[in-house]
């Protein structure tokens, strides 16, 4: 049990999953959802969901921000790197595959495709190769979307402009609440978002959907003390929003970033690979920055592309309807080393953390 585990406090994991064991009703199966890639590793690197009554899943929902991007949009980056544009992204997305190809099979070919650390490495880089034409492929939630903001509303040179692919949390969660076949119980929601949205975006799901939501940090002991919350809130019978995580979150979240976020980006519908399109849930630039938007500056057209490959179901994964393991291509015709699908690319990837608990 806790003693074995890499807790911090073992005794105190060792109560609190005591206390998760005494308000779960036997039988009676309480489906919990998270929303972050860095809650799964948390989870299945400490081994919590050894931790939890038999009845008491944990499932992994689409908090992976390289995992939904559907393979359209990495198609149209290709595009553009075969006719000369240089792309820069972050590491993890270079893998994430397009329909035919990924932006790493792209850079074997020829095309310049780089990886950056920050946006503003991909803005030095337009500043000293002012004779080449470049595009930042903006990935990521409400977390990395402030950063592009930044960069956008500085206005920078113009040989760069933004492939914008930010997406936000809450109405995929929503899409997950209303799914009846997840018959869900409770949500956790993700620490590193709401720090920027804070609290209130995810009122809605006690009040209108009856399940109660923790945010929750990135410990160990965090997580398990979420899904107490949780529990405690379902044997009560009263559905709240609660935060766990009071040392980064608060109701109002980071305003001046929100601020940002608002001021540079719309909202409007948007695909997400494994969920299809999802209402008000992808950012895209205002009109006013439209000189900075890859989308019109190319003339960009978004053809259905394909997100999964013969056989992969991370489409299933993505939104906890099955685990890794379930998946035929799982740790056979899909690793780390060659990944197939989305989820087995980036770190935060529900795949690639399953992939790597059974290498240790």
């Not at 860095?38 to 050894?50: K, M, N, Q, V």
């Not at 980064?248 to 519908?269: C, M, P, Y």
């Not at 685990?323 to 795949?351: D, I, R, W, Y």
Request: glycine fraction near 6%.
């Amino acid at each position: 049990m806790a003693e074995k585990l890499k807790f911090r406090d073992p005794e105190l994991a060792k109560s609190i999953a005591q206390k998760i064991h005494a308000l779960t009703p036997k039988g009676k199966p309480v489906k919990i959802c998270h929303v972050c890639g860095t809650h799964e590793w948390t989870i299945t690197h400490y081994g919590l969901r050894s931790l939890l009554p038999d009845n008491v899943e944990v499932i992994a929902g689409p908090g992976c921000p390289v995992c939904i991007v559907p393979a359209s949009e990495v198609d149209a980056a290709i595009e553009l790197a075969s006719k000369g544009t240089v792309i820069a992204c972050f590491g993890d997305l270079l893998r994430v595959p397009g329909s035919r190809m990924s932006l790493l099979d792209a850079k074997a070919k020829g095309a310049d495709v780089r990886i950056v650390y920050s946006v503003s490495d991909v803005v030095q880089m337009a500043q000293d190769e002012a004779n080449k034409e470049f595009v930042f492929f903006a990935v990521g939630f409400e977390t990395t979307a402030p950063s592009t903001a930044v960069e956008v509303s500085l206005k920078p040179r113009g040989n760069l402009s933004f492939l914008v692919s930010h997406r936000v949390v809450p109405p995929a969660m929503e899409l997950l609440a209303r799914m009846e076949d997840l018959q869900l119980k409770g949500f956790i929601a993700p620490g590193h978002v709401s720090t920027i949205i804070g609290l209130k975006p995810y009122e809605v799901f006690p009040t209108k959907y009856g399940l109660p939501t923790v945010v929750a940090g990135f410990e160990p002991l965090d997580v398990l003390f979420a899904v107490y919350m949780v529990l405690k809130q379902l044997s009560e019978n009263k559905p709240a929003l609660e935060n766990e995580y009071v040392r980064a979150v608060n109701w109002e979240g980071n305003v001046k970033a929100q601020r940002l976020i608002s001021d540079v980006f719309t909202v409007q519908d948007g695909k997400w690979r494994g969920l299809g399109t999802i209402p008000a849930s992808k950012l895209a630039l205002k009109p006013e920055y439209a000189a900075f938007d890859a989308e019109k500056k190319y003339r960009l057209r978004f053809a259905e592309g394909i997100d999964s490959q013969p056989g992969c179901r991370c489409h299933l994964v993505v939104i906890g309807k099955i685990k890794p393991s379930e998946c035929p291509l799982f740790m056979h015709a899909c690793t780390p080393q060659n990944p197939v699908g989305a989820c087995m690319v980036s770190m935060e990837g529900t795949c690639r953390v399953w992939a790597k608990a059974t290498q240790v």
